[in-house]
Nanobody, 123 residues
Framework: QVQLVESGGGSVQAGDSLTLSCAHSGRSFSNYQLAWFRQVTGKDREFVARIGWSNSETYYADSVKDRFVISRDNAKNMVLLRMNSLKPEDTTVYFC????????????????WGQGTQVTVSS
């Protein structure tokens, strides 16, 4: 069984940076595709970024492209989300997700999810 635990959320000012971490416990971390989603209460979960089996294979939502960077550390079983130039509209809960199937992962149907970490950006 895979468990995902996010950390690194907090309250920052607009323009600041923040790095979210997601620790993956379980076997075969390097075989998983990984992603970050975010969800405002009452709305659907929104795709933020996905990473393939290497750090050279990354995909981003238009709303965060050129500001956020997703990366993975297979030695530490972790996926990171570096968030730069944060905006108030980035305020919400962020979730990491893992799945062997990248299509299922990107459309929000991943097998495994973390519990979420809150990011608040003040103007």
């Amino acid at each position: 069984q895979v468990q995902l635990v996010e950390s690194g959320g907090g309250s920052v000012q607009a323009g600041d940076s923040l790095t979210l971490s997601c620790a993956h416990s379980g076997r075969s971390f390097s075989n998983y595709q990984l992603a970050w989603f975010r969800q405002v209460t009452g709305k659907d979960r929104e795709f933020v970024a996905r990473i393939g089996w290497s750090n050279s294979e990354t995909y981003y939502a238009d709303s965060v492209k050129d500001r956020f960077v997703i990366s993975r550390d297979n030695a530490k079983n972790m996926v990171l989300l570096r968030m730069n130039s944060l905006k108030p509209e980035d305020t919400t809960v962020y979730f990491c997700a893992a799945d062997y199937n990248y299509r299922r992962l990107q459309r929000g149907g991943a097998d495994f999810w973390g519990q979420g970490t809150q990011v608040t950006v003040s103007s």
